[in-house]
């Protein structure tokens, strides 16, 4: 086992790796996604909804991941995915985020477009449309937060880095 590093250095990297784009990238895309699913799991929801909650919790707890082991500077101990491999598995897993959160903003609009009728205040029943309207502009954030992440871990691959800060 390597030594471990004193405190002061490990405090200035986790510092550094939050003032990192990636760090600031990964924090929106948890902070999204979880706006994302705590929008439609404090409400009624039905049908295809399914998938996106499914999408949105499944991320999520794959990115918290990913920033938690990145930030304690830990990614050499997942085994096959760590090490020199870490960059292409943060971008491997933002790539299967953005595709998988494409589907679901288009669940999401079709379902706001489906209660568009009663957004209107003379409508007196419960009605979902605000909640998938909310639901819809947190997918497309945190869809568009990876489709980021894509492109910066895409250009640091095409330069031939290997770390990830």
């Not at 399914?50 to 949105?56: G, I, K």
């Not at 794959?62 to 090490?83: C, Y």
């Not at 947190?138 to 568009?144: M, Q, R, W």
Request: with cysteine.
């Amino acid at each position: 086992m390597p030594p471990q590093p004193d405190q002061p250095q490990v405090r200035k990297n986790i510092l550094k790796f939050l003032k990192s784009f990636l760090g600031i990238i990964r924090i929106l895309q948890i902070v999204f996604g979880a706006g994302l699913w705590v929008t439609i799991a404090a409400n009624k929801y039905e049908g295809s909804i399914h998938f996106v909650l499914f999408v949105a919790v499944l991320f999520w707890l794959l990115t918290l991941a990913l920033f938690f082991l990145t930030l304690l500077d830990k990614q050499d101990l997942v085994p096959l995915l760590g090490g020199e491999r870490w960059l292409c598995t943060n971008l491997a897993h933002d790539v299967a985020a953005a595709v998988l959160y494409l589907p679901a903003i288009g669940v999401m609009i079709y379902k706001t477009d489906r209660n568009s009728y009663c957004n209107l205040d003379l409508y007196k029943h419960h009605c979902l449309y605000k909640v998938y309207l909310t639901a819809a502009v947190f997918a497309c954030l945190c869809c568009l937060v990876y489709i980021v992440s894509v492109i910066y871990g895409a250009c640091r691959k095409c330069r031939g880095e290997q770390t990830v800060i």
